[in-house]
């Protein structure tokens, strides 16, 4: 590609090349931060494609490595009182992320929490000590709310806090 050799453009022909020939591990991972930055630049009105749309990531097992109890507690040192109430919960009831950042205070009775678990099965999670102890620090985050449609965990706007938030 004779643009992108003279500095002019970036093709996915390159980037897939890149992230083929690199290490496995981090090839899919330089991948992820080149796409942010486009994703960026046509934000920003730079650039009007993303040519890591095009790109396919390398084949990666599932992580086994459990972080050992020393590393969670420096992330929890380091986290927000919103991220560690929600290790916590994770911790506590086996839902997937994305289920336990869309729960709604609608879904809180006096049994316990309605949820959907692995393939929308709906199910109650009996209240612990735990849970009703995460659930009452949650009440008391920013942005919080007793509207019965509010997140039981609210980004600090008092909104759904997205997975795509999560994430980044």
């Excluded at 920003?44 to 749309?53: D, H, M, S, V």
């Excluded at 449609?149 to 999560?166: E, K, Q, R, V, W």
Aim: charged share 25%; with cysteine.
């Amino acid at each position: 590609d004779k643009e992108a050799s003279r500095g002019e453009a970036i093709g996915a022909a390159g980037i897939q090349t890149f992230v083929a020939d690199g290490p496995k591990a981090m090839g899919n991972r330089y991948l992820a931060v080149l796409s942010n930055a486009f994703d960026h630049g046509i934000r920003k009105g730079k650039t009007t494609y993303n040519p890591c749309a095009a790109v396919v990531k390398n084949a990666s097992a599932a992580r086994e490595r459990e972080p050992q109890e020393w590393e969670v507690e420096c992330l929890r040192a380091l986290a927000s009182p919103l991220m560690v109430l929600l290790m916590d919960y994770v911790g506590i009831s086996s839902l997937r992320i994305s289920e336990i950042l869309s729960l709604q205070r609608l879904r809180l009775t006096p049994v316990g929490v309605l949820v959907r678990g692995k393939g929308g099965k709906r199910e109650i999670r009996e209240w612990t000590p735990e849970s009703l102890r995460i659930v009452a620090e949650a009440e008391q985050l920013p942005g919080a709310s007793r509207f019965p449609a509010s997140p039981i965990f609210p980004a600090p706007n008092g909104n759904l806090f997205t997975y795509d938030a999560f994430d980044s």
